[in-house]
């Protein structure tokens, strides 16, 4: 019940204790899941620390905060200074804010992994902790009350369904009612059960850390095995979190991060066995660019309008049927197969860097699991979720934390727009003057850069599969060809209020590419 709506009514009340009239003095971020407010006044400081990762999400209250000189960043600065001017509980929701000076909100949406805390001043949102809670820029921390009729009327309506009346209940306080027999009970009285239950909630004798059904819960009813109880409800919120992380979040989190990493190492190892069998088949069947020879080489010897001919192979130093179109020569059939013949190695060279990228990955997995058995305590499991972020986020998720698509191909690092606003991030402040602009030409699409590299010159084929990003990525992305146009970002500018992705490209030069994305081709 540490994030439960009733349990949220007694620590907002609480915290109007501790922070009213108290200034925000500090505010920042040691790692991504956590925010660290501080408050002070002539007399005393109070922090709040806001833990919330997907694993699991709670606040705490430390007596005092001992900040990291790296790794340690500020946020919300607009809100240092000000001053606490009272702290709001949401009706029926598990959410309040603090009012502070300068018109400013400060809102704690404690909804369970997707728990977030956003800054707002004049009713516009400023800042969000977590970004890709996009959607809670537009909440209004003003008009979040929930009404809900909790009458009796509304009780024999409802014939005293719990979930429709009480969603704020959540498990606990129902487990308890059915305890009190509530199933078999008369409507008045499970009315009744119901009243006496929301008088314990509201004026709890303690509140109790519990294990129940296995597990160990913060709850304002005496369930399962009290293992502590506090008159105080910040002091049983620290203690619970501490308990929690200590026990059951080691355990959790420790199997959780075992089971993504295994899973990646499997994939990379099935994606590396295939590709190395693809390279097999075609490296030891007969190439296109042989047969085109045996062709050329023949051509004296092949009568007219042939379907199928017998030639001499030099290669294999045999006699070889060959297939042939009755309406094409033979000269015609050799240039294609040619043709072929470079696309296979190209397809061989991409099988190639994909069997490399899979290898490095797999090294990589092992090398972390290695790392995650020598692990035995929450300390160090914390350090080590933090340290192997990259490789336990899952695609999406990383998509969602990097500010742009990344790609990499034979050292090169190309990076892709994801939006208008994120193009003009891309090519304003994180595009240099020597580095690779590409765009679809003459539609909408986004912008894609590939990074310089000091004395040397982006190979062909990066250029190509920046190019097929840059198509593929754009409203061409139907066309069997899409011309590309590209140029060092120093003859790309931005005209004064053009909108958002707009620019103007001085000098260019066009590549015909077939859009698609060349990094996800036999997966």
């Known amino acids: 019940m540490h994030q439960n709506y009733h349990f949220l009514k007694h620590l907002s009340r609480r915290l109007k204790t501790e922070l009213l009239g108290k200034e925000i003095v500090t505010c920042f971020s040691q790692n991504k899941d956590e925010l660290v407010i501080g408050f002070a006044d002539e007399s005393k400081e109070f922090y709040i620390r806001a833990g919330l990762t997907a694993h699991f999400s709670a606040l705490s209250f430390p007596d005092d905060f001992k900040r990291a000189r790296a790794k340690s960043v500020n946020l919300f600065k607009q809100m240092i200074g000000q001053t606490v001017l009272d702290v709001v509980q949401h009706l029926n929701e598990r959410s309040f804010y603090l009012k502070l000076t300068d018109d400013m909100l400060l809102l704690f949406k404690l909804f369970g992994n997707r728990s977030n805390i956003v800054l707002y001043q004049h009713d516009e949102p400023l800042h969000l902790f977590h970004k890709k809670f996009a959607a809670d820029a537009e909440l209004n921390p003003l008009e979040m009350d929930r009404q809900l009729p909790q009458n009796f009327a509304a009780f024999t309506e409802a014939q005293g369904n719990l979930r429709k009346l009480y969603p704020t209940f959540g498990e606990l306080p129902t487990d308890y009612l059915e305890q009190q027999n509530y199933s078999s009970a008369t409507l008045e009285e499970k009315w009744e059960l119901v009243q006496q239950v929301l008088e314990q909630l509201d004026n709890p004798d303690e509140f109790y850390i519990i294990r129940y059904k296995g597990k160990l819960r913060l709850s304002l009813l005496p369930l399962g095995e009290v293992v502590y109880s506090y008159p105080d409800p910040l002091e049983a919120l620290n203690n619970y979190s501490r308990l929690y992380l200590s026990e059951t979040g080691f355990t959790q989190q420790y199997e959780q991060a075992k089971q993504q990493l295994t899973k990646k190492l499997n994939g990379s190892q099935t994606v590396l066995e295939q590709a190395m069998q693809q390279l097999q088949e075609m490296r030891h069947n007969r190439s296109y660019s042989q047969t085109a020879d045996i062709l050329m080489a ?10 199928e001919v017998e030639l001499y192979d030099f290669y294999t130093d045999q006699q070889r049927t060959f297939k042939l179109k009755r309406n094409e020569t033979p000269q015609k059939q050799a240039e294609k197969l040619y043709r072929k013949a470079k696309n296979q190695h190209l397809e061989i060279q991409q ?8 290898m490095e990955e797999i090294i990589l997995l092992e090398s972390a699991l290695q790392a995650l058995a020598e692990v035995d305590n929450y300390k160090a499991l914390k350090l080590y979720l933090r340290d192997y972020a990259h490789l336990l986020a899952s695609k999406q998720q990383a998509q969602q934390q990097s500010p742009f698509r990344v790609f990499e191909t034979e050292g090169y690092k190309i990076l892709v727009g994801k939006s208008s606003q994120n193009n003009d991030e891309l090519t304003q402040r994180h595009t240099y003057k020597e580095d690779m602009w590409l765009h679809a030409k003459d539609v909408s699409g986004s912008h894609v850069v590939i990074k310089h590299q000091a004395g040397k010159t982006i190979p062909t084929t990066v250029l190509e599969k920046a190019a097929q990003l840059a198509a593929w990525y754009s409203k061409r992305k139907q066309d069997s060809l899409c011309p590309v146009m590209y140029t060092p970002k120093k003859w ?14 001085e000098r260019e030069k066009v590549l015909l590419v077939k859009p698609e994305n060349p990094f996800e081709k036999r997966k």
């Open 298 to 307: 023949n051509l004296t010897n092949i009568p007219p309008q042939s379907e």
């Open 351 to 358: 099988l190639e860097e994909k069997a490399e990228r899979k």
């Open 492 to 505: 790309v500018r931005k005209p004064k209020g053009a909108p958002a992705g707009a620019v103007v490209v």
